[in-house]
C-alpha cells in the first residue's frame, strides 16, 4: 500500500477558532495520509478534534471565524485545499470528496424529497439531464438496498427510519463517485443491527467503488470491524497512528492501552473485576500543559512527561507520540 | 389536501357557533338599547326601539337569525331597494331591508362594512406585502453576514426602528412628508389626513399610512425572521447541503429559506384578522374611513347592530385565516400531511 501515492495528504493541519475568550487551537499539527481503497480509522473522545479534522478538509467550518495555520497543506489532486478559492473547493465537495455525518435523523432536509436531495449533487457535479439524473439516483438507491427506490424517491426524510436515511446519505454521497468519502460517526446515532448493516454496506461499496474513507468515531468496536489503519487523536493532536493490528495488538501510547482497556470484555476472567477506566478528563484546550497533553491523566508520568512535550515519532512503521511508548510484548499489567 | 381542509372547516364550524353565541350573550348583559337611548328616553320610544332590532324576541330565536344572516351573506349584500331608496332621497324603504344602524341614520350594516373594508384593506394589505418582502430579505442579509457589520448594523437599526412609538412616526411622518413637502416644495404628494375612494388617489391619501406601518412593523418583523433564519442555518441539513456542494446563495434561498417560512408563516397569518379590521390609530390620525375605525365608532356610540355585526364577521374572518395557516402549513411542511 505504501508504494501508491496517496490520494489525499494533510500535512501540518491546524485549525484554530476565534471565540471570545480568545483563539483556541483545536486540531494541532495533524498530518496523515490517505490512500485510495482504504478506511482510516479517526479515533479519540469528544472533543479531542476529530470533526474539526474532517470539517477542515471539506472547508466546512464557519469562515469568519476559523483560521487555519500558515503551515496546513491539505494535498488533494495537486491543490492544498486549505487554500484554494471557495468557488473551486465547492467543485471538490460532494464530487470528489463526499461527507455522511453522525445524525440521519436531522442532516436531509425535511421540507423536500429524497430525490429532489440526491438530484441536487449530481446537477451541480454531472452533465446528467433530468431524466438520467433520475434513473442515477434511482440507482444510487438500489445501490445502497432501500427496498423499492422507484416509490422510495417521491418521498420526504420523516417517511424513513434512521437506517433508511443514512442510506439515502451515503447514497447521496456517493453518487457523484467520489474518491474520499468522510464519515463523522455514520453509525453512533443507529442501534446495533442497523450499525452492522450500514458498516457492511460501506465496506462493500468501498471495495466496489475504490472509494477512499475516513471513519471517525469513538467506537473501537466499529474500528476493529472496518478500518486498515488507526490514528488515534488526544485534545487536538495524533497520539498514535498504525495499522489495525499495531493499534490493537501492540499499542504503544499509554493512552490507546488504556482506550483498549476500558472496552467490556466477557468471559471468566474478567468476571467481577471492575471495567477499567481512564481517570480524569481531557483538559481543557484553552489551558494546556506545557508537556505531554495526556501527563494528567498517564499512569506512566515521570517528570519528562511535565517539562516537555513527546514529539510524533517514528518507531518501525508506526508512529507514536510518547517519551515512554510501551515496548512490544509488554503489557497491560505496567499501566493497570 | 382537500379532505384536510374539508376537515379543519367542519372542525371550525362548531367554535364558530360558540363564539357567536358568547358575543352575542356579552352584548346582551347590558340593555343595549337603553344604553343607546339613554335615561331620558320614553317607554314607547324604548318599545319602538328594541322591536325594530328584534330584542324582543327569545335569545334563541335571536341567535338562530342572526346565524341565519350570517350564513346566507344578507348583512353584506346590496339590497336592490337601496340604489331605488337613495334616487328617492328617502330611507322608509331601505328599512324593510337590511339592518339599519342606530347612530348613522339611513345607513345599514351592510352599507358600513362594505364602505369601510375597502380603505382598511387598501392600507394594511400593501403594508403587509411590504414589510414582509423587506425584512424577510434583510433578515436574510443579516443571517448571511451573521456576527459581522453589515448584521449589526441592521440589527441596530431594527431596534431603533421599533423601540420609536409608533405616533411618533405617524406625527412626523404628516408633519414632514406631508405638511413641510406641501408647504415649502409645492409638492402635493402626500396628504396629510384624508381618504377617497378609487385607485387613482391611492398613492396621495394612503402611501404615507402604509410607509408608516411598514417601518414600524420592520423592526419587529426582521428581528424574528433573523432568529427563524439564524436557527435554521444552524441546522444539519446546511451542512449536509454544503458538503454536496451548495451555493452559499442556494442554501440561503431554497435549503434554509423553505424551513424558515414555516414560522414565518404562522407570524404572518395571526396577523391578517388584524389587517382587515385595520389599524385603528392610523385610521384615526390619517382620518380614514376603514372598519377599525368603524368599530369604535360604533362601540362609543352604542351602536349595537353595527359592533355585533362586525365583531362576528371578524370572529369569522380570524378562524378562516387559523385555517389558511393550517392549509399553508401543510402546503410547505410535508410532516404536516400525515398527522
Not at chain 2, 379543519?8 to 347590558?30: E, H, K, Q
Not at chain 2, 451548495?246 to 442554501?251: A, E, G
Request: with cysteine; aromatic share 8%.
Amino acid at each position: 500500500m505504501s508504494e501508491r501515492a496517496p490520494i489525499l495528504e494533510v500535512r501540518n493541519l491546524s485549525t484554530s477558532f476565534k471565540t471570545d475568550q480568545g483563539v483556541v487551537t483545536a486540531v494541532d499539527d495533524v498530518s496523515f495520509d490517505l490512500y485510495a481503497g482504504e478506511t482510516l480509522g479517526i479515533v479519540g473522545e469528544s472533543g479531542c478534534g476529530k470533526t474539526v479534522t474532517s470539517k477542515s478538509i471539506m472547508r466546512l467550518l464557519p469562515d469568519h471565524l476559523t483560521i487555519y495555520g500558515p503551515e496546513s497543506r491539505i494535498l488533494f489532486d495537486d491543490k492544498n485545499l486549505a487554500q484554494i478559492p471557495e468557488r473551486e473547493m465547492r467543485d471538490v465537495r460532494g464530487a470528489r470528496i463526499a461527507m455522511i455525518f453522525q445524525e440521519p435523523m436531522t442532516s436531509l432536509n425535511p421540507v423536500f424529497t429524497i430525490g429532489w436531495q440526491l438530484d441536487e449533487a449530481l446537477k451541480y457535479h454531472t452533465d446528467l439531464d433530468r431524466a438520467g439524473r433520475r434513473e442515477k439516483s434511482i440507482e444510487m438507491l438500489r445501490l445502497v438496498e432501500i427496498p423499492n427506490p422507484e416509490k422510495r424517491i417521491s418521498e420526504y426524510p420523516h417517511q424513513l427510519s434512521g437506517g433508511m436515511r443514512q442510506r439515502v446519505m451515503i447514497a447521496m454521497a456517493l453518487s457523484c463517485e467520489p474518491d474520499v468519502l468522510i464519515a463523522d460517526e455514520p453509525t453512533t446515532a443507529l442501534d446495533v443491527t442497523i450499525q452492522a448493516q450500514i458498516l457492511q454496506l460501506m465496506g462493500e461499496l468501498k471495495t466496489r467503488l475504490d472509494t477512499a474513507i475516513m471513519l471517525i468515531t469513538h467506537d473501537l468496536g466499529v474500528v476493529a470491524q472496518v478500518c486498515d489503519r488507526v490514528l488515534v487523536m488526544y485534545a487536538g493532536r495524533v497520539i498514535e497512528e498504525g495499522t489495525i493490528r499495531d493499534i490493537f495488538h501492540r499499542p504503544r501510547h499509554p493512552y490507546t492501552r488504556a482506550l483498549l482497556d476500558s472496552i467490556p470484555k466477557s468471559g471468566k476472567r474478567e468476571h467481577g473485576k471492575p471495567l477499567p477506566t481512564i481517570p480524569g478528563i481531557v483538559p481543557s484546550l484553552f489551558e494546556l500543559p506545557p508537556g505531554c497533553r495526556f501527563q494528567e491523566r498517564c499512569a506512566l508520568k515521570e517528570e519528562r512527561c511535565v517539562d516537555e512535550e513527546p514529539r510524533l515519532e517514528d518507531h518501525e512503521g508506526w508512529q507514536v507520540r510518547c517519551h515512554f511508548p510501551l515496548e512490544i510484548g509488554e503489557v497491560a499489567e505496567e499501566v493497570r | 389536501m382537500w379532505t384536510y381542509i374539508l376537515r379543519r372547516l367542519l372542525y371550525s364550524i362548531p367554535v364558530y357557533l360558540g363564539i357567536v353565541l358568547l358575543l352575542m350573550a356579552c352584548l346582551r348583559v347590558n340593555d343595549p338599547v337603553a344604553g343607546f337611548l339613554g335615561k331620558g328616553a320614553s317607554e314607547e320610544a324604548y318599545q319602538a326601539k328594541k322591536e325594530s332590532m328584534g330584542l324582543d324576541r327569545p335569545f334563541v330565536v335571536q341567535y338562530f337569525d342572526f346565524l341565519r344572516q350570517l350564513v346566507t351573506f344578507e348583512f353584506i349584500k346590496v339590497p336592490d331597494e337601496e340604489v331605488t331608496a337613495s334616487e328617492d332621497g328617502g330611507a322608509a324603504v331601505l328599512r324593510s331591508r337590511g339592518i339599519e344602524s342606530w347612530s348613522q341614520e339611513g345607513r345599514t350594516v351592510g352599507q358600513i362594512l362594505r364602505e369601510s373594508i375597502i380603505p382598511s384593506i387598501s392600507i394594511t394589505v400593501p403594508a403587509l406585502c411590504f414589510t414582509l418582502l423587506i425584512s424577510i430579505v434583510i433578515a436574510l442579509l443579516s443571517a448571511y453576514y451573521r456576527g459581522r457589520l453589515p448584521d449589526k448594523l441592521m440589527m441596530v437599526s431594527a431596534v431603533l426602528g421599533m423601540s420609536i412609538s409608533f405616533l411618533v412616526y405617524i406625527i412626523f411622518g404628516q408633519y414632514w412628508a406631508a405638511y413641510l413637502l406641501n408647504q415649502k416644495l409645492e409638492l402635493e404628494f402626500f396628504a396629510v389626513q384624508g381618504y377617497e375612494p378609487g385607485a387613482a388617489n391611492w398613492a396621495h391619501y394612503c402611501l404615507l399610512p402604509v410607509l408608516i406601518s411598514t417601518i414600524v412593523a420592520m423592526g419587529y418583523d426582521t428581528r424574528f425572521y433573523r432568529a427563524v433564519m439564524v436557527e435554521e442555518s444552524g441546522r444539519d441539513y446546511i451542512i449536509t447541503a454544503r458538503a454536496k456542494g451548495s451555493t452559499k446563495r442556494k442554501i440561503m434561498f431554497v435549503h434554509m429559506l423553505k424551513n424558515a417560512m414555516i414560522p414565518i408563516i404562522t407570524r404572518v397569518m395571526s396577523t391578517l384578522p388584524f389587517l382587515v379590521m385595520g389599524s385603528i390609530l392610523l385610521e384615526m390620525y390619517f382620518n380614514i374611513p376603514g372598519m377599525g375605525r368603524a368599530l369604535l365608532d360604533s362601540i362609543f356610540s352604542n351602536d349595537f347592530p353595527v359592533t355585533q355585526m362586525l365583531v362576528a364577521v371578524f370572529a369569522g374572518i380570524f378562524l378562516v385565516s387559523v385555517i389558511l395557516t393550517d392549509v399553508f402549513y401543510a402546503l410547505v411542511d410535508p410532516r404536516v400531511r400525515l398527522s
